[in-house]
């Protein structure tokens, strides 16, 4: 049996509409009611929600990006264009309509699985950041449907503790059944009692603590080094003495995770030259900057850069001054 709406006159949808209309207030009063969430609260906020995670294919590898935390880290200018004038970092903010007085920094551990090996880039802050509602890499993979004993490689693209944090958890291995790569003039660097005593003490505790128990399972590298099959390692120094960037193809896609080549989607990128507090040879930084990014753009290649806005992926256009960051849309789904 086929049921008919009966027709409503306009006296009745007049009628509905005045019910609506004085249904209404009501309806705005709940809304109200409910507490608006202060500044003081975001923390909680954020540790109530589950992680961020992005997804997509490479060719026959699968990529899961994981958003370990993101947080405000003051004066854009104190991290980049150290070399520059501070009005004119934030003329190139204002440019960008970003904010002058702070920026937000984010980290972004990556899962590539391909099929024969599920390999983790980088570890996040681990115990370390979770005052601070960050180290949310393991809670990242299990909403990914990973867990850590899934993990069968984890490449350490260089060693400062954004990165190395979630090796260990209370003295222990955080991916139980993974061998380790790195680099292996990170290493040594890190390793060298001749740290001591000097500003990167303090990375050479960090290393001793999370990296070195490792070592025994660790693979140490250098460039054009093979992680896996379809993944390829490349120097890049000069954000660490030993820091390293990788290369992923699977069925004609290609991927390079840059890791902390550059920090700053506008202020590392627009302007390549300019100078990072946390690069540790900042001449070797800025050439390595435009030489990676370069074969970027001119090869057209997509990249995953830990620090760059979530979910992390895109590409880079060439411009006069630098590259122009070009976020990922659809390319991988199609």
Known sequence: MIMTMPKLGRRALLGSAGLGMLAAPAIVRAQAAAPVAQDTTQLEINRAMPPETHRFKLGDFEVLVVKDGARPSGAPNETFGTNQSAADVAALLEENFLPTDDFVNSFAPTLVNTGSD???FDTGL???GRAQGLGRLVEGLA??????EDVTVVVITHMHGDHIGGLMEDGKPTFPNARYVAGQVEYD???DTARVGTPAENGHKGVLANVQPLAEKMTFIGDGAEVVSGITG??????SPGHMIFNIESAGRRLVLTADTANHFVLSLQRPDWEVRFDMDKEAAAETRKKVFDMLATDKVAFLGYHMPFPAVGYVEKQETGYRFVPKSYQFEL
């Open 189 to 191: 660097f890190w390793t």
């Open 126 to 128: 681990g115990p370390g």
């Open 118 to 120: 599920v390999v983790l």
């Open 143 to 148: 909403a990914g449907g990973y867990s850590p």
């Open 234 to 239: 490349m120097a890049a120094f000069g954000h």
